[in-house]
């Protein structure tokens, strides 16, 4: 069993950064990719990024590419996301999702975090 918990989000302006947080408790958190996502009240939920296992590939969606970073460390069950340039668009609750493989069903998600950027 693994639980996720964001952390880090809060009110920046345009221009300025946050780094997230996606810590896990319980076993195995080397054993999960863990994605990012991103939701707007009354909008579908949005990908922004995922990373492997070992933290050695990630990938990102166009509209954060070049701006956002992901990054693990196995060692304290925790992934990050650093996020530079935030633009007002960029406002919403962002959530980190574990899953075995690419292309299986999220198994764990986290309650999110409010990251709201002011223009």
């Known amino acids: 069993q693994v639980q996720l918990a964001e952390s880090g989000g809060g009110l920046v302006q345009a221009g300025g950064s946050l780094r997230l947080s996606c810590a896990a408790s319980?076993?195995?958190?080397?054993?999960?990719?863990i994605d990012w996502f991103r939701q707007v009240p009354g909008k579908e939920r949005e990908f922004v990024a995922t990373i492997s296992r070992s933290g050695g590939s990630s990938d990102y969606s166009d509209s954060v590419k070049g701006r956002f970073t992901i990054s693990r460390d196995n060692a304290l069950n925790t992934v990050y996301l650093q996020m530079n340039s935030l633009k007002p668009e960029d406002t919403a609750v962002y959530y980190c999702?574990?899953?075995?493989?690419?292309?299986?069903?999220?198994?764990?998600w986290g309650r999110g975090t409010q990251v709201t950027i002011s223009s």
């Open positions: 319980g076993r195995f958190f080397s054993n999960y990719r």
């Open positions: 999702a574990a899953r075995a493989e690419l292309g299986s069903e999220y198994v764990y």
